[in-house]
């Protein structure tokens, strides 16, 4: 009887995502080109896709520019994340709710509208940016950030980070709620200074929840595809600019190589995987 | 005598001077984090004419409300509004039955391979839309049910079941098994004892996931972008991406622009506000006890 409940999830899951997959691993094998466009059916190439991929400079150039961009975006966000958790639990009443409320405004922004909101301000004809860094005596009038790959993953790690430390923040503060002003006190009588307290005392009991959030914007981080492609469409230089996601949706939708669009899939969802497991874990500990 | 006390005194003042500068950076903070919020209200109220000028305008005075009713105006909104609400609800609905029946079977049942089945939920939430979305396209456009809402339904329903699972998993947990026992000994059916009594407290848990499912469905970009390829058959956020092309071709009016996005966001902030400590309970699981 109990295995009958579980029946509808397993079989929505198979439909929508493990089919898929399986799909995946064949075609990763396939050769798609020219010739498949016209309805030929795809040649078995055995591993060729993915020596093809793993000598493809251009791919491991795509692959370090976004394990790159996740690990700035990840480490940036949790460190800001505990400054405002801290700060959150430092002050009264009436500024930590300020705070918490301007945190849920921009996490609940859905993300194109935030992204059409962020090309506004970055835009390089009368965008905000750069009128405020003109009064600040930057000569960036008419300067846009998009063209060059560089200030484009700046932009683009800003978005992500404003984004992503509310939830990091509000998790981390919840936490720290955790924590007994007595015990902070105490410590304090005891001659602790301000580094001692947030050593020995605030970051030992929040650990696990730094480690959890910090783990999943390493996995969601990795991922970023939605910011990066508007950021594209509002100006960017596709090729130069491309993550693993926008990568694989290029080969695949427009190169119409399905083989090879497969294998960088295959790929991504093997580094999330690898990364995730510790995060199932411990919630699986939890579980049991 | 009075030494100590004077002593204690002192860093109290300086103590609440710490406080107070804090607490202005608080609010410093939330300013600039709610920011592009505010810009994206205040530039929609704003004509062209003043957002082209070189000092921006920080307050919607002389502002109208024409660019809101150029963008209700689109053909596309209202047909992108309807496809987000049709697949929204089927998402929706589907998640909630779905997802009830796994979260009952693995709160209140111990069976084979509960604990395989636990893992694999948790490790498919983590799998990325980026990761598979060729493949979803390829399979969609096989049974032709690319531009369908069905379709699309189907692939957002399996997007947030584990995590809905998940999330129910606590509720049903939550509700004690004793208060069912104490019904069955009154003489109520395992089935009637558990509608009588369990459903009905169950109702906050249903609520949350349902307005997860919403949020999911509603705010998604990645999948929608490459199954629902038509202009027929754009969801919200591609109408809204389509929108700013469509502007960017002539001088992008940015007015309108952020017209759009604030019909699209608002809607999906309240509904936020009401569901957020669950989302971020649920995901940080135990590391938080709360």
């Known amino acids: ?288 | 005598m009075r030494t100590p006390f004077l002593a204690a005194k002192q860093p109290r003042s300086r103590r609440s001077g710490r406080r107070a500068l804090l607490s202005v950076v608080a609010v410093a903070v939330a300013v600039v984090w709610a920011f592009p919020v505010y810009w994206m209200i205040n530039s929609a109220f704003l004509d062209t004419v003043t957002l082209q000028r070189t000092t921006p305008t920080f307050l919607p005075f002389g502002g109208s409300l024409d660019n809101f009713a150029t963008v209700l105006d689109d053909a596309g909104f209202l047909r992108a509004l309807g496809i987000s609400l049709t697949v929204t609800l089927i998402t929706v609905a589907a998640a909630i039955v779905i997802a009830f029946l796994g979260a009952l079977a693995i709160s209140r049942f111990r069976f084979r391979g509960r604990r395989s089945f636990v893992l694999a939920l948790l490790l498919i939430q983590m799998l990325p839309a980026e990761g598979l979305f060729i493949a979803q396209y390829k399979m969609m456009s096989s049974v032709g049910l690319l531009n369908n809402v069905l379709g699309l339904a189907l692939l957002y329903t399996a997007a947030v079941v584990p995590f809905t699972v998940w999330m129910l998993r606590g509720f049903v947990a939550g509700v004690p098994i004793e208060l069912e026992e104490a019904a069955m000994v009154d003489g109520l059916s395992r089935s009637k004892a558990f509608l009588r009594i369990t459903f009905p407290l169950l109702a906050p848990g249903l609520v949350a996931s349902g307005v997860y499912a919403f949020l999911q469905a509603w705010n998604e970009f990645t999948v929608a972008l490459v199954v629902m390829t038509e202009e027929q058959s754009r969801t919200l956020p591609l109408w809204l991406r389509g929108f700013v092309q469509a502007s960017a071709t002539r001088e992008t009016d940015w007015g309108q622009v952020m017209a759009a996005s604030t019909v699209v966001a608002v809607p999906v902030i309240i509904f936020f506000l009401i569901v957020q400590g669950r989302m971020s309970s649920g995901l940080v699981g135990g590391a938080v006890k709360g």
């Not at chain 1, 400054?83 to 300020?98: F, I, S």
């Open chain 1, 1 to 288: 009887m109990p295995a009958v409940l579980v029946v509808p999830t397993l079989l929505v899951l198979l439909a929508a995502l493990g089919y898929p997959v399986g799909w995946q691993i064949v075609t990763s094998f396939q050769h798609f080109g020219m010739m498949q466009q016209f309805g030929q059916p795809p040649e078995w190439v055995g591993l060729s896709n993915y020596t093809a991929l793993l000598t493809d400079p251009n791919l491991w150039v795509i692959v370090g520019r976004s394990i790159a961009f996740c690990l700035v975006c990840a480490l940036v966000t949790v460190a800001v994340g505990l400054a405002l958790a801290m700060l959150m639990y430092a002050v009264g009443r009436g500024p930590r709710v300020v705070l918490q409320v301007a945190l849920l405004l921009a996490w609940a922004m859905p993300v194109v509208a935030s992204m059409t909101v962020w090309t506004w301000i970055v835009n390089w004809r009368n965008g905000l940016l750069n009128w405020a860094l003109e009064r600040l005596g930057v000569d960036a009038q008419g300067h846009n950030w998009l063209v060059d790959p560089i200030s484009f993953f700046v932009v683009a790690a800003v978005i992500v980070v404003w984004m992503s430390v509310p939830f990091v923040a509000l998790s981390i503060y919840a936490g720290l709620t955790q924590l007994s002003p007595e015990v902070l006190e105490a410590a304090e009588i005891d001659g602790a200074g301000g580094w001692q307290r947030l050593r020995h005392i605030i970051l030992p009991l929040v650990a696990p929840v730094i480690s959890i959030v910090l783990l999943l914007q390493l996995i969601w981080d990795l991922r970023v595809f939605t910011q990066v492609k508007l950021l594209q469409d509002a100006g960017g230089v596709a090729n130069d600019t491309h993550l693993l996601g926008t990568y694989i949706y290029q080969l695949g939708t427009g190169a119409g190589d399905f083989g090879m669009a497969s294998a960088v899939s295959i790929l991504m969802l093997v580094i999330t995987v690898a990364v995730s497991w510790y995060y199932v874990r411990s919630l699986m500990k939890e579980e049991s």
